[in-house]
C-alpha cells in the first residue's frame, strides 16, 4: 500500500465507540472523521478519540476517503450506503446489510455497476475464536458435520441500553440484531442453507427503559421477540436455532456443533476470542483448544476489506455472505409468520479460514 486508506465513519451512536476503539489502532487505516446527523455526538466522539467531525455530505466528498464505515440504525443503512457509492467510495455495513432482502440487493447491484464493494458485520467470524473453530472443522477433527445447535437467550438490551427503540423496529429484534452472528458462523462452519421452518412470538406489546436519561419510559414493540428455526443447510447438516429477548433466565451464547466423529463446543459468536471444546473419543475428557490468532476487534473486517481491495481479491466478509445471511433470517420471519418451511434462494461461498499468521495490526507488505 502506498498510503494507508481512508475511513469514514457515519454514525456515532453506541456502537461507534468500539468501533473507534479498533479502527484508530490499525496501521493500514487512518480515520479521516466521523459524521451524524446530531453533530453534538459526532462532535463528542471526535474529540474523545482525536479524529474530525463533520457533515455527512463532508464526509462523502472527501478524496482521502475510501472506505465509509456506517454505524447507522438498519432502517438507515441501505440510504447512506448508496449514498456512499454515489460517492465513490466502498462501503463497510453494520449489521443487517438491509432491513429487507429488496433494499440489500438495491445496494449490491449499485456497488457492482459502479465497481465499488460492500462488506458488512458481523466480523466477528474472522477473531481468532471463530478462526480456531473453523481450522478444527476443516481439519476434520468432528469428522462431517451433522447438526448445529445455535442459542441465543436474554429478557432484552432495554435494560442496559439508553435508546432502544430500534432493536424493536423492523430491521432488528433478536432475529435480526443477534441472529446476524450465529447464522454468519453457522455458514462460515456448513455453507450455505438451503430451507427454513420457524415459528416466533411477542411476549410484551411494549417495554420500559431501564437506565439512562429516558428510564422508565416506555416504548412499543413492532416485531417478534423470540424465533426458533430449524435451519438446513446445502451440504446435509441441519441447526436448531432460537433467538430470544423474552427469557426470564438469561443463558449464556451457545454454538456446538455435532459431527460424525465428534462434537465442538465453540466460543461466543458476539465475541472474537475464546477457547473451543472438542469431543472425539472419550467423552467425559473433552479437550479445550485455545484460540490461535492475533487479537481482533469490531472493525477487523475493515482490515480484510482494505487488504483485499489493494490485493484484488474478494473480501471474506463480503456482501454476497451478508445478502445470504439477510435471505435465511428472513426466510425465518417469513416461514413463521406463514407457519410454513421457507426455500431460501440464495448462496454463498463458505469463506476461507484466514492464514494462521493474519495479523490486523501489522501494517500490510506493500
Given amino acids: 500500500m502506498t498510503r494507508r486508506t481512508g475511513v469514514g465513519i457515519v454514525g456515532a451512536g453506541v456502537i461507534s465507540s468500539t468501533y473507534l476503539d479498533h479502527l484508530t489502532s490499525f496501521p493500514d487505516l487512518a480515520v479521516r472523521g466521523i459524521a451524524d446527523l446530531d453533530p453534538a455526538r459526532a462532535g463528542a466522539q471526535a474529540d ?45 455495513s453494520e449489521k443487517p446489510l438491509a432491513v429487507d432482502r429488496t433494499g440489500a440487493r438495491t445496494l449490491l447491484e449499485r456497488a457492482d455497476a459502479l465497481g465499488l464493494r460492500v462488506a458488512s458485520a458481523p466480523d466477528t467470524f474472522l477473531g481468532p475464536g471463530l478462526q480456531t473453530a473453523q481450522r478444527l472443522v476443516d481439519a476434520g477433527r468432528i469428522g462431517r458435520p451433522l447438526h448445529a445447535t445455535a442459542l441465543f437467550r436474554s429478557g432484552g438490551p432495554e435494560a442496559w441500553h439508553p435508546a432502544p427503540e430500534f432493536l424493536f423496529r423492523a430491521g432488528a429484534g433478536p432475529l435480526l440484531d443477534m441472529g446476524p452472528y450465529y447464522v454468519t458462523a453457522l455458514v462460515q462452519l456448513l455453507g450455505p442453507a438451503r430451507r427454513v421452518t420457524a415459528t416466533s412470538s411477542t411476549s410484551r406489546a411494549t417495554r420500559v427503559i431501564g437506565s439512562g436519561p429516558r428510564a422508565g419510559e416506555e416504548f412499543a414493540v413492532e416485531v417478534p421477540t423470540a424465533h426458533t428455526a430449524l435451519l438446513e443447510f446445502e451440504g446435509g447438516a441441519s441447526a436448531h436455532a432460537v433467538f430470544s429477548f423474552e427469557s426470564f433466565r438469561a443463558r449464556t451464547p451457545l454454538l456446538e456443533l455435532e459431527g460424525d466423529a465428534g462434537a465442538l463446543a465453540l466460543p461466543d459468536p458476539n465475541a472474537f ?48 455472505l451478508a445478502f445470504h445471511v439477510l435471505d435465511v433470517l428472513a426466510s425465518i420471519a417469513e416461514s413463521a409468520a406463514d407457519g410454513r418451511s421457507v426455500d431460501v434462494t440464495s448462496t454463498t461461498p463458505r469463506p476461507a479460514a484466514l492464514p494462521d499468521d493474519w495479523d490486523p495490526r501489522r501494517p500490510a507488505e506493500t
Avoid at 466528498?61 to 465513490?88: K, M, S, W, Y
Fill in 48 to 92: 474523545r478519540f482525536g479524529v474530525e467531525a463533520c457533515s455527512v455530505g463532508a464526509l462523502l466528498a472527501r478524496d482521502d476517503v475510501d472506505i465509509v464505515v456506517n454505524l447507522t440504525i438498519p432502517a438507515a443503512h441501505v440510504d447512506v450506503g448508496l449514498a456512499a457509492l454515489e460517492a465513490g467510495k466502498h462501503v463497510w
Fill in 273 to 320: 476470542d475464546g477457547a473451543s471444546t472438542l469431543w472425539t473419543d472419550d467423552p467425559e475428557r473433552p479437550v479445550e483448544v485455545p484460540a490461535r490468532g492475533a487479537p481482533a476487534g469490531r472493525g477487523v473486517g475493515v482490515v480484510e476489506l482494505a487488504r483485499a481491495i489493494a490485493e484484488g481479491r474478494p473480501e471474506r466478509a463480503s456482501g454476497r
